[in-house]
């Protein structure tokens, strides 16, 4: 491996094998009880409590000459300085605390980077994932109101703006231009860094815009870390272990586990692509016995042939925001290996060595969102798991109370559907900009989480849909998730990954369609063979027939947000007249 103080400098060899970075126990129990830890100054407090600080444990990659990758590591104190630098460009450029700075660039440490530089100036990065579409992103950052935007390239912002130059923000600058400053040049103001109060905002946070414009999900100081302390103790951090960080670090759930992997010490490698062609050689080259990601990895993970060699040492699959599919799940657990420690983590420390591992991982299954503050259901499958359909497990122990609502607020009876609703003190202040927005997911003192579900007599809950999504048939509502999952699962051999929308019917009311994107050498049937080779299993689960099936042939068919997040409103829109063969 390789460290650098800088992205800016080469790298240099790394010096014989390093001390591990974890932070030792005592300390991270110290961060679990500390009343002033928060979003905004864990890079600080780590600093100041890891007597392992200079060790590097944040790795970015890249390729040599060769094609071969090659990891660049960065201790605390590297991030640190890195920090300043940014910190003290932007405040040359005028931001105060409290405003908006749009942050534009690639994923991987840099947005990271100008995370921590912003915050510690007490201003409020905006940070906006880069595959945003160029119109969508400049409607949102009007509505922030940004005083200044860095993006990797200004041209598109620029030609938007000079059409409009009274919306232009003060300043749009090149992330070279900031990685170039010379921090000597500019001093950092005197309260340096600024001392967050509990209810300070600390990010903006985008979501997905599969409903159309992104909401601006506040993330405050100490509700972002709420319901994170128990992880001090509880989440893997032997000396062995590594994570893979496959999340958006634009998003709430990439900044939340680079928030628990430096409080930790736990080597991470910060990841930029999330394509498996990208993944996977890392995998190869840091051996993780971790990875966490949004569903889009483990769908390409769990297609196809499986990363073996990659995941050899992976004892934990995490998914965060929606829950992911029983048919890919039940793939990736068959890989790596399970310590005796996670197992049983009871056992002394020279008991777990002389324990031998269990074949095969778990898969964790967490349904969380910017706006819950982090997943707040959860759900353990492993190879020995009987399945369960949809199912997202209990509450975590930050939930207040969680409910299942109908629309007056009144809570429903095990097993009927209805609105998902939660009690917890990592819920979001709200969104930027918008007190009526917020306003509309509050009901009888819940936060709606935006999704249908049930709750079983043992307390399980079990993610339908989300409420936009549910198909209004004149026999009433059909959930698309479980007629996902059946099709995932039951007909894997055909089916690499779906969407299941509703659209109008000529009797009224809507039906279901599918989208499908096939397996590799499953194009023998056509769409008529697949829609009834589909409605078999379906009816098999005793679950509502599908009226029509289409195949993506290119990428375009199959439209992915920003987070990589199936747009379920451009099918049902591209896809409206499909059953009607009326005119567009």
Known sequence: ????????????????????????????????????????????????????????????????HRGEVVLVGHSLLDLAALRDRYAAWHHAMGVRPGEPVGVVVAEGLEPLLHFFALTALGAVPALINDAMRPDVMVRYLDHVGVVGVVADDTTRLASAYRQDPRRRPRFLALTAEVQAFDAAAAPLPEQYPYRHAAEDVVALIHSSGTTGTPKSTILAHRQFWEGKQPRMTRFPAEPSDRLMSLMPHTHAGGLS?????????????????????????????FQPTMVASFPRTFVELATGELPVAGAARVHSWFNTGDSAHYGHVRRLVELGERPAGLIKPWLLPQEKADQPALPGSQFVDGLGSSEMGMALFGQVT???????????????????????????????????????????????????????????????????????????????FFHLDRTVDVIDTLDGPVYSLPLEEVLLADCAELVRDCSVVGVPHPAGGQRPIAVVQLQEGAGALDEEGLLKAANAELGRAGLAELAALRVARADGDFPLGPTGKVLKRELRTRHATLLTGSAS
């Open 1 to 64: 491996m390789e460290t650098t103080m800088s992205n800016q400098t080469p790298p240099t060899p790394a010096a014989p094998p390093a001390p591990t970075p974890i932070a030792p126990l005592a300390v991270r129990e110290g961060f679990a009880a500390d009343p002033t830890l928060g979003a905004g100054n864990f890079l600080d407090r780590a600093i100041e409590a890891n007597p392992n600080r200079a060790v590097p444990y944040a790795f970015s990659h890249r390729l040599d």
């Open 257 to 285: 586990y680079f928030l628990t992997a430096t409080l930790l010490g736990l080597p991470t490698v910060v990841m930029g692509g999330w394509r498996r062609a990208v993944v996977e050689p890392v995998m190869e080259a």
């Open 382 to 460: 492993s190879p020995e798991t009987e399945r369960a359909d949809r199912c997202v497990g209990k509450p975590s122990e930050v939930v207040e109370h969680a409910a299942v609502l109908d629309e007056d607020g009144n809570e429903l009876p095990d097993g009927t559907p209805g609105l998902l609703a939660v009690r917890a003190p990592s819920i979001t202040p709200g969104y930027w900009n918008n007190e009526r927005l917020t306003a509309s997911f509050h009901l009888s003192g819940y936060w709606l989480t935006g999704d249908v579900a049930y709750r079983d007599a043992a307390g399980r």
